[in-house]
């Protein structure tokens, strides 16, 4: 079965840095991936999604890459600031063949941004 | 809106209880969703109903039973818990369509404490 791992499980830096959390898969390379943001005791909110087919993706301070040689996903916040502080959840996202996706989390990465 | 509404927000009972967990949205999604999230974990995938059908039941036991009245509500029976099942119980939706991104929306869950 996939397996999915973040780097860490937990990640301080320094408020102005640029975080970078690693996402790590085996077997099968999904078509498409996602990162989420879950705050304590709140669902998963969407940040950015990535195709297969696609190096980089960007929003705002926001950018991830995807390499299915590596099968590797990096997701970078540049500028950090203490509000970014937070879980962040990789996931894979395999389509259902019945309409739907089933998305599988990694084991989530909790950013800290100390001032 | 982009909302997804959960309710109750909290819940205890007992092992011999029935009680469900509801959930709403109104952003004409197609598909929707339950997680169930323990401390410190990411979610992990329930059901996954399209079109009002289910479409995906990733071997949940039969004590948690999913019903899809309509295609803006979501239920999730419960019956004859356990103890173990003490869980945040998520649920989300998504546009559903072919060729969608499916990007997916949680609501805020429901924290089910089982004595």
């Known amino acids: 079965s996939q397996k999915i791992e973040q780097n860490s499980e937990a990640l301080n830096i320094q408020e102005g840095k640029t975080a970078t959390l690693t996402c790590n898969y085996t077997?099968?390379?999904?078509?498409?991936l996602q990162w989420y943001r879950q705050d304590p005791g709140r669902g998963p909110v969407f940040l950015l999604l990535?195709?297969?087919?696609?190096k980089e993706k960007r929003k705002e301070r926001l950018k991830v890459t995807f390499d299915t040689t590596l099968k590797q996903s990096l997701f970078h916040i540049t500028a950090s600031q203490p509000a970014d502080s937070a879980t962040y959840l990789c996931?894979?996202?395999?389509?259902?063949?019945?309409?739907?996706?089933?998305?599988?989390f990694g084991t989530g990465t909790q950013l800290k941004v100390e001032l | 809106d982009t909302e997804v509404t959960q309710t109750p927000k909290h819940l205890v009972m007992g092992m011999t209880n029935k009680k469900s967990l509801k959930c709403e949205q109104h952003?004409?999604?197609?598909?929707m969703y339950w997680y169930k999230q323990k401390a410190k974990k990411p979610p992990e995938l329930m059901f996954v109903?399209?079109?009002?059908?289910?479409?995906i039941n990733e071997s949940v036991p039969s004590r948690f039973s999913p019903e899809c009245p309509n295609s803006s509500l979501l239920n999730l029976h419960l019956h004859a818990l356990q103890p173990e099942d003490s869980a945040l119980y998520l649920c989300?939706?998504?546009?559903?369509?072919?060729?969608?991104?499916?990007?997916?929306?949680f609501g805020p869950g429901t924290r089910l404490t089982v004595l």
């Open positions: 989300a939706s998504s546009q559903g369509g072919r060729g969608s991104t499916d990007t997916q929306y």
């Open positions: 077997n099968y390379s999904p078509a498409y």
């Open positions: 990535i195709r297969e087919n696609e």
């Open positions: 996931a894979l996202d395999m389509r259902g063949t019945g309409g739907g996706n089933k998305l599988t």
């Open positions: 952003m004409g999604h197609r598909a």
């Open positions: 109903y399209s079109y009002e059908k289910l479409s």
